[in-house]
Structures are given as C-alpha cells and as structure tokens.
C-alpha cells in the first residue's frame, strides 16, 4: 500500500522556467511533509519541509504547497537551473511519537540548458 | 559531524551467502531507518528504530532480513541466505525524533547478488 504516491516518473523542464513536482498522500494521520533531492551515487538530501498546520513554506528558489483537503503538495523551483537535475522524493512523517519516514517511488527531473 | 556512515559502499556476494551492511548513525540522533532503494518502490523502508528499540519492521521483506541496534552508535541490517533479488541500493538514516524532523541519510551501500 503506497501511503506516498509521485504519480509522475521523470519531468523535463527547460532552464529558467518553473519545475513543478507533484506528491499525493492517503494517510490522514501524516503531520510533517518533506521533500528529498537524489543525485546518482549519493544519499537523499533534505531540500524543503512543511507542516500540516500550513499551506505553503518557501526557501530561495524551492516552494512546498500543501492542500490538505486534496492530500496534495507539491514542490515549484523557480527559476529551474541545470543543477537542479536529480531525482526528487517526497516524504510524510506523523506527529511526535511517530516519525516513522514513508517516502513516494520519486520523480525524475532533468533541466534542458 | 561527519554524517551518516555507511559500511561497505559496495558489496558483491555470492547468493546463499550471509551480508552484513553497517551503519553508524550522527551522534545524539535517536531514530534509525533503514531504507532500500528500487525502481518500483522507490525508498522502502524496511525497519524503524528509536532509542535502539525496534518500532517497526513491517518493511522487512521476510525472515532472511534481520536488523538490530545494540547501541545508539551502531546498526546492522543482515540477509542470509542472500538471494539475487536482494540487489539493490541500501540508506541508512537518522534523527532527531522531536515531532517535526528530517531524517539524514547516509551513502548507501550498493548490494549486488550473483
């Protein structure tokens, strides 16, 4: 039972425009959501989180959406640059005492120069 | 710190053989996961810990996978007899469990079976 689902495997973005990264989730019970870069060869990084008692966080070029009611979020990077290439997880944890980390199968994405 | 660490980064066995993969977690984290990386399932987590005690290893694929955690510095995750669908990417990863946390990952050990 996928809890966290990336619907979408790969996204092709051109440089300077906006990526948009899509994650839908089933468990009510997730409290904390969190996005993950990938790069070959090397663990997740954590890039950006956000708390179900918001609606959007925003860090320099990357911005988290939640919609809760939707049990949607989704990453923008803005402007999208050729390092930006990886693979992007997305991640939800419960609230204190359940921190188990469920992440989604991951999408693709690679930023045309 | 020096992060999550990961031993081997890469290990290739012969299947039916025991594997060990070993992770030494950051200092003072109190949650340990581990994960395995495929192309179907993404990053499965296969057993959570928390202050060294197992709270849930439903992840776990079946009895040939055992992990534990003797120590808050010290985790292994062992798969006897090896199988060659056992090939994957294995993370290790830890935190500090305090409601709202991220979890750092180590390197990863890439197990392949022959």
């Known amino acids: 039972d996928q809890q966290v689902k990336q619907n979408s495997p790969s996204l092709s973005v051109q440089e300077g425009r906006i990526s948009i990264l899509n994650c839908d989730y089933t468990n009510s019970m997730f409290d904390y959501f969190l996005w993950y870069k990938k790069y070959p060869a090397e663990g997740p990084t954590f890039l950006i989180s956000?708390?179900?008692?918001?609606d959007k966080n925003e860090d320099g070029r990357f911005t988290v959406f939640l919609n809760k009611s939707a049990k949607h979020l989704s990453l923008h990077i803005v402007p999208s640059q050729p390092g930006d290439s990886a693979v992007y997880f997305c991640?939800?944890?419960?609230?204190?005492?359940?921190?188990?980390?469920?992440f989604g199968t991951g999408t693709r994405l690679t930023i045309i120069p | 710190d020096a992060g999550v660490i990961q031993s081997p980064r890469h290990e290739v066995t012969e299947m039916g053989q025991e594997v060990t993969l070993r992770c030494k977690p950051i200092?003072?984290?109190?949650?340990l996961f581990w994960y395995r990386q495929t192309m179907m399932r993404g990053l499965e987590l296969l057993i959570y810990f928390n202050n060294n005690v197992p709270i849930d290893d439903s992840g776990m694929p079946e009895d040939r996978f055992s992990a534990k955690m003797p120590n808050a510095s010290f985790s292994t995750l062992k798969i006897q007899p090896s199988e060659p669908r056992d090939s994957a990417v294995y993370f290790c990863a830890s935190s500090l469990a305090s409601g709202f946390t991220e979890a750092f990952f180590g390197q990863g050990t890439r197990l392949t079976v022959v």
């Open positions: 200092s003072g984290h109190n949650s």
């Open positions: 956000i708390s179900s008692i918001k």
């Open positions: 991640a939800a944890h419960g609230s204190f005492g359940n921190e188990k980390l469920t």
